[in-house]
């Protein structure tokens, strides 16, 4: 999640020793190859039914194509843990407390599991630790004895990539992995903290801070533990290969659309506007130029040119931090069909509906009392809400 330089004290205290998200930065606002359909109506006012507690600062809430029906749940001090009928069962899935660095927003922050996992038994986490006073973030691979096993043995890890964090700031990590329809692993990380984006790092092609990137994990090339997709934006010059695309501030969490293949992206505000974007191959989504549609070094007058632009935004008189979710496509809420659903770590549920193309529309779904730091989808394409005081909740119609 992220800071901000105003801002951050009174996040800070919301969420206490945990993380803070931040952003900033266009979205595309380019209509996809195969958009999702247009809902027929207004979403539904949503509740939330209450599946764990007792976790311990949980962060993502990921459900593996493997039958089981399990969800597995992140905590920022280092372990994952497995939801699975109404219960968290002992001992941890993955115990990496002792390797990773913690405070701030820095600790293990989302988890992804590979596309073919009932074959390969491979699951991707990404986190945050030190090495002779660096921070770094780091992207690993760890092999399960057996799909169908409910703990890993650490040692299988292979560590894909690490990012040193520049300035050594404790905030802007970002934290989310995701499989495309490609195959490909699609991660983000924030600009390297502090506020205003003090080194540049969104523009800067030059460095992986402050974008999304994209990977194929499935071989190796060259020094690299992993091959650079051959139609990546900087493949062959002029950026980094692994960039997919560039100017974010801190995209905490994102989304594929499973029909569209849609891209959502929630890139946390500076101190002002929090945005959703639609992400595209290539596209600059503005950070520290801009702060969602509004100007922001400068101030004034800055150029927009190449920029794209959020889908959505909402000002700090609405929430606090923009948390990234998932276009509904359950069964259980027919009204909510189409309807791509986020949230505030405040506690509000929105959902956004293309009423025609390229026009979105905002509406409130739920005010919970929970400090919103993911949300979970299951198989099924049912949604969760993961609470950073330890809960998870089931999305349902009120």
């Known amino acids: 999640m992220i800071q901000r330089t105003s801002h951050a004290t009174r996040i800070a205290a919301v969420i206490l020793a ?17 958009p999702t ?12 039914s209450l599946v764990v507690t007792g976790l311990t600062s949980p962060l993502d809430l990921e459900s593996p194509d493997d039958g089981s029906g399990r969800l597995f749940a992140v905590e920022q001090g280092g372990r994952i843990k497995i939801i699975q009928n109404g219960s968290v069962l002992s001992p941890p899935f993955l115990d990496i407390s002792s390797k990773i660095a913690t ?29 002779a ?7 690993a691979e760890y092999l399960l004895a057996s799909a169908t096993s409910n703990q890993v043995d650490a040692t299988t890890e292979r560590i894909l990539l690490t990012v040193d964090q520049v300035g050594n700031f404790t905030n802007h990590k970002a934290g989310e992995l995701a499989f495309g329809a490609d195959g490909f692993l699609y991660f ?16 800067n092609k030059q460095t992986l ?19 650079i997709p051959s139609d990546n934006p900087f493949a062959s010059g002029g950026g980094l290969p692994e960039i997919y695309a560039y100017g974010f501030r801190n995209p905490w969490r994102f989304s594929f659309d499973r029909p569209s293949n849609r891209f959502f992206v929630a890139d946390v505000g500076q101190g002002s506007f929090e945005e959703v974007d639609v992400v595209q191959k290539s596209g600059n989504y503005g950070w520290n130029t801009m702060e969602g ?9 800055c150029n927009m040119t190449g920029l794209a632009l959020p889908i959505a935004e909402y000002d700090h008189s609405v929430g606090i931090a923009v948390i990234g979710g998932y276009v509904y496509h359950g069964a259980s809420i027919a009204a909510l069909q ?3 659903v986020f949230g505030d770590l405040n506690g509000k549920v929105f959902g956004l509906q293309e009423t025609s193309p390229n026009n979105w529309t905002r509406t409130l779904l739920a005010t919970t009392s929970t400090q919103l730091s993911s949300f979970g989808q299951d198989q099924s394409g049912e949604l969760y809400v993961v609470d950073l005081s330890g809960s998870v909740f089931k999305i349902r119609a009120q």
């Open 338 to 340: 189409g309807t791509y």
């Open 103 to 131: 405070g701030g927003e820095m600790g293990l922050l989302g988890v992804t599991f590979h596309p073919n996992f009932s074959v390969s038994r491979k699951f991707y986490v990404n986190y945050v630790r030190t090495q």
């Open 37 to 48: 359909p247009t809902p027929s109506g207004p979403p539904p006012m949503l509740a939330l």
């Open 133 to 139: 006073g660096q921070i770094q973030s780091v992207i």
């Open 209 to 227: 801070l402050g974008k999304l990137m994209r990977i194929d994990v499935d071989g190796t090339s060259g020094g690299l533990q992993y091959r």
């Open 188 to 203: 983000g990380l924030g600009d390297g903290g502090s506020g205003g984006d003090p080194n540049g790092n969104g523009q």
């Open 18 to 34: 945990a993380l803070i998200l931040g952003s900033c930065g266009g979205g595309s606002s380019s209509p996809s190859p195969n």
């Open 293 to 301: 549609n509004h100007c922001f070094n400068p101030a004034t007058g």
